[in-house]
C-alpha cells in the first residue's frame, strides 16, 4: 500500500510538471525557488509593457522628425525666395511675399500635423508654463524597469527635451499685434522666435521695423511672420539681407534638432534590442 501511495504520489507530481512546464509550479514544491521564479515571472511582465512603451516612444520620435525634415525643406525654399528678392523690383518682391506666405503656413502645417498620440514636440503651448497639447516640457519615454540587488523597483526614462526642438510656441503673445508678451519671450520656438541679422536669437523685443528702410542695428525678425510686403511698404534690400541671416541661424538650429531626435531615436532602438535579449535571459 505504502508502495502504491508513493508511486501515485510521484505520477502527480510528474503530471503536474508537464501540464505546468515547471518544476517548481507551488510554493510547496520549493519556497525559494517559488518566490524568486514568481517575481521574475513579474519582471518580465513590467519588461514586456517597456518594450510597448519603446515603440509609442519611437513612434512620437518618427513622427516628429519627420515633421522636422519636412520643415528644413520649406525653410530652404524660403531662402531661396529670399536671395531671389534681393536686388528684385517692388512688384517682383510682392509676387515672391506672395511664395513666402504660403510656405510659412506650409511649415506651420508641418508642424501642427506632427502629433502621435496626442504628444507633439514640435507645435506647443507653454503660456502657462507648462506646455498644453499632450505635450510636457520634457517628453518622456519608459526605457526600462529596474530591481536592485536589495529587491527595490524602480523605472527609466529616455527623456526628450523639447524646449529644444520645438518650432512653434504659444508663449502667451497678443494675439491682436502678435508681439509676445515680454515676460515669455524666451518661450518661443525656432520659427516664431526674435533673431537678429546674425541669425542668433534675440534677448530682447527689438523696436518695430519699417519696411523701405535701412536695416538698423536692434531689427530683429522671426521666420514664422517675417514678410517682403506689409502695409502697402516694401523690404529694402539691406533688410532682405538681414531676413536671410535670420533664415540661416533657423536652419541651423533646425538641423540639430533634427540631430537630437535622431540620437533619441538610436537610442531606443538600442534600448529596444536589449530589453529582448534580457527577457528571453530571464
Not at 507633439?120 to 536592485?148: P, Y
Not at 527609466?156 to 491682436?176: E, M, P, Q
Not at 527689438?206 to 542695428?217: E, I, P, Q
Request: net charge negative; hydrophobic share 40%; aromatic share 4%.
Amino acid at each position: 500500500l505504502q508502495s502504491l501511495n508513493a508511486t501515485n504520489k510521484n505520477l502527480e507530481t510528474t503530471q503536474s510538471r508537464i501540464s505546468t512546464g515547471y518544476r517548481v509550479n507551488d510554493a510547496s514544491d520549493n519556497a525559494a525557488y517559488w518566490s524568486i521564479a514568481t517575481t521574475m515571472r513579474s519582471d518580465n511582465q513590467a519588461l514586456s509593457s517597456v518594450q510597448d512603451a519603446l515603440g509609442l516612444g519611437a513612434s512620437k520620435v518618427d513622427t516628429a522628425y519627420t515633421g522636422m525634415n519636412k520643415a528644413v525643406d520649406t525653410i530652404n525654399q524660403i531662402k531661396t525666395k529670399l536671395v531671389s528678392a534681393y536686388g528684385a523690383t517692388d512688384a517682383d518682391k510682392a509676387k515672391i511675399q506672395t511664395e513666402i506666405a504660403s510656405l510659412q503656413a506650409q511649415m506651420k502645417s508641418y508642424a501642427d500635423g506632427a502629433t502621435f498620440s496626442g504628444t507633439n514636440m514640435l507645435s506647443v503651448d507653454t503660456t502657462t508654463g507648462t506646455a498644453a497639447a499632450g505635450t510636457a516640457d520634457k517628453v518622456k519615454i519608459v526605457s526600462a524597469f529596474n530591481r536592485s540587488s536589495a529587491g527595490a523597483a524602480s523605472i527609466s526614462t529616455i527623456d526628450i527635451d523639447v524646449n529644444s526642438i520645438k518650432l512653434y510656441d504659444a508663449y502667451g503673445a497678443d494675439k491682436s499685434t502678435g508681439v509676445p508678451d515680454s515676460t515669455n519671450f524666451a518661450k518661443a520656438g525656432i520659427l516664431d522666435g526674435a533673431r537678429t541679422n546674425d541669425g542668433a536669437r534675440a534677448t530682447a523685443l527689438g523696436t518695430a521695423v519699417v519696411l523701405g528702410d535701412a536695416a538698423a542695428t536692434g531689427d530683429t525678425y522671426n521666420v514664422a511672420s517675417m514678410a517682403l510686403v506689409a502695409g502697402g511698404k516694401t523690404a529694402s534690400d539691406s533688410q532682405i539681407s538681414d531676413m536671410i541671416g535670420v533664415v540661416e541661424g533657423a536652419l541651423k538650429d533646425m538641423t540639430t534638432a533634427a540631430t537630437t531626435l535622431g540620437a533619441n531615436k538610436s537610442r531606443i532602438d538600442l534600448q529596444k534590442t536589449f530589453t529582448q535579449s534580457l527577457m528571453d535571459s530571464i
